[in-house]
């Protein structure tokens, strides 16, 4: 193998011979890879603290995060919703504006996630009488896109109704309701 220098490190010459005519060489150049995202915008008739609160405080909606959900509040806290099938870490902790965190999904039993890591971001914005609301998940693999536009739409029924002072349905009448409109069978969902 030629050598270059004394560290005896192969040279550059030599790893763009080697690559050259390669199926499936790695290029030295970067590339721009896109990516699926769902991405939901609401105006809430609530204050952006108020909002903060929803969506930080897991005892506000339990029809979402379960009864023992919960999120450490603050940059490297542990997320864990729904018993322990939503797991994460937040990434971003800006009360009253920004929330983001890790989310990764874990079937019963598993220590690590058979499926692939995504990022979850919330950011609040006064508008006026209402605040914004933007949730931005992604990646999103292309089978899970409709469930997963579903699902979100389902939680932010529910933030929703708790910002118009009202008591939300059950998370069920939600998700039957969203299933229509995204064509999902909640049957048949995929795995």
Known sequence: MPRCGSSGEPSLTHWKRKSKGRSGAVSSLGE???????KFVRFLPASPESVWAFLTETSRIT????????????EGGTV????????GVV???KPGRKLAYT???FSPGETESSFPESYLTFEIKP???????????????????????MGWHTYLDLVTAIAQGDTPQPRATYMKQNAELYGINLNDLPQ
């Open 32 to 38: 721009i890879v896109r990516i699926d995202a769902v």
């Open 63 to 74: 029809a979402w995060y379960g009864d023992d959900g919960r999120i450490e509040p603050r």
């Open 80 to 87: 864990w919703l729904m018993g322990g099938h939503i797991r």
């Open 91 to 93: 990434t971003q902790w």
């Open 103 to 105: 989310w990764n999904v």
């Open 127 to 149: 508008d006026g009488p209402v605040t914004q609301l933007t949730l931005t998940h992604m990646p999103i693999p292309p089978e899970f896109s409709a469930q997963t536009k």
